[in-house]
């Protein structure tokens, strides 16, 4: 199958790996970014990699503009040229309605497939950030939903066709260190390796760093939040940055407990981190969800919090307890592992949700 994918192409853990796992398994990629339009001089190892200009930053943030349009041609080419079965739009919000109808009248044309990992119906996005994204719902055949939640979502817009393909984790990328393979930095009893939402996980941290516990602290989005760290008990973290590749797998694997916050922008009932951890052969402490509770056994393979009283007396409990926290942590390992969470597994899926038929043909003379 030739397989087109449309997306940012930002962050190596998404398309990037899922592209290395459909060429594994025998499909023909090409790859299309839209960033590499809007953000000139983007790295893996950083945020934005130098600074880009004004014009740039306002066009992605309005999803208008002449490099929009020129994004937009740009996909119509490859389509003539590159001919894909498939073509799957990754996080896309620059492609215009009237892109695809364009091309949708090509005789024998693709199908098409619509995908996003952060929600883009929620209340809390920015304004219109997801406008384009919502209006080719009703265009392609098949729109994979990350969270259950947004699979009704993707109906009530005019889905033909709706798949849940949940995130995974990454072989190469997420396995157990020994403790003699992670630098000291890294060594502590509990982490929270992500981004800062006002939540309450702020709290939580603070509450467990005061109780006496290790606790360490990176990722993304947390310079608002500088100067109450600073005065807390989290002092000494400073500064929170992400960590990536090597450096990101031994903030898990130099923990005793990794913690594991949902986010509330996007709705989420699990997030990658849930995969990553017990691949990582880390014990994992996760809020708690009915919808991960289908995922691993409570006490078994995983641990739940629902509340901070309930996140102290676990940490505590654990903590003091290296023979049930190393068990529940091998158990957690084998289990992503049993169940197929691993990229490839779920590229397989993909192959089979998006291998079907095209459904789009009654909305193409729209």
Request: aromatic share 12%; glycine share 8%; hydrophobic share 35%.
């Amino acid at each position: 199958m030739k397989i087109l994918i449309v997306g940012d192409w930002r962050w190596p853990w998404y398309e990037d790996v899922c592209a290395a796992a459909l060429s594994a398994i025998g499909h023909e990629v090409t790859r299309l970014s839209g960033s590499g339009a809007l953000l000139p001089g983007w790295s893996d190892d950083r945020y934005l990699g130098r600074p880009y200009p004004l014009l740039h930053r306002l066009q992605e943030r309005l999803l208008s503009g002449p490099l929009i349009t020129a994004f937009n041609r740009k996909l119509e080419q490859c389509i003539t040229d590159v001919k894909p079965d498939v073509v799957w739009m990754y996080n896309c919000r620059w492609i215009y309605e009237e892109t695809l109808a364009r091309v949708q009248k090509i005789d024998d044309g693709p199908s098409w497939v619509l995908y996003a990992n952060d929600d883009p119906f929620s209340s809390q996005s920015w304004p219109d950030r997801w406008r384009h994204f919502r209006r080719l719902i009703s265009r392609c055949d098949v729109c994979l939903a990350y969270r259950k939640t947004n699979l009704e979502e993707f109906r009530r817009h005019g889905a033909h066709r709706t798949d849940l393909l949940r995130s995974y984790f990454v072989p190469s990328q997420d396995y157990p260190l020994a403790s003699n393979d992670v630098d000291p930095e890294y060594m502590g009893d509990v982490v929270f390796t992500g981004h800062f939402e006002p939540d309450g996980r702020l709290e939580a941290l603070e509450a467990l760093a005061s109780a006496g516990h290790r606790v360490r602290v990176f990722g993304g989005a947390w310079e608002p939040m500088r100067g109450r760290v600073l005065q807390g008990p989290l002092a000494g973290q400073w500064p929170i940055n992400v960590r990536f590749h090597r450096d990101y797998r031994q903030s898990i694997c130099g923990s005793k407990i990794a913690l594991c916050f949902f986010s509330r922008i996007n709705q989420d009932t699990y997030t990658r981190r849930n995969f990553q951890i017990p691949a990582m052969g880390t014990f994992m402490l996760s809020e708690y969800s009915d919808d991960l509770s289908t995922l691993f056994s409570e006490g078994v393979d995983a641990e739940f919090f629902r509340d901070h009283g309930e996140l102290a007396d676990k940490v505590r409990f654990y903590l003091a307890n290296d023979a049930a926290r190393d068990s529940i942590a091998r158990r957690g390992l084998e289990r992503v592992h049993r169940d197929g969470h691993d990229v490839t597994a779920r590229m397989r899926q993909f192959v089979t949700m998006v291998g079907s038929g095209r459904t789009h043909q009654m909305s193409v003379s729209a």
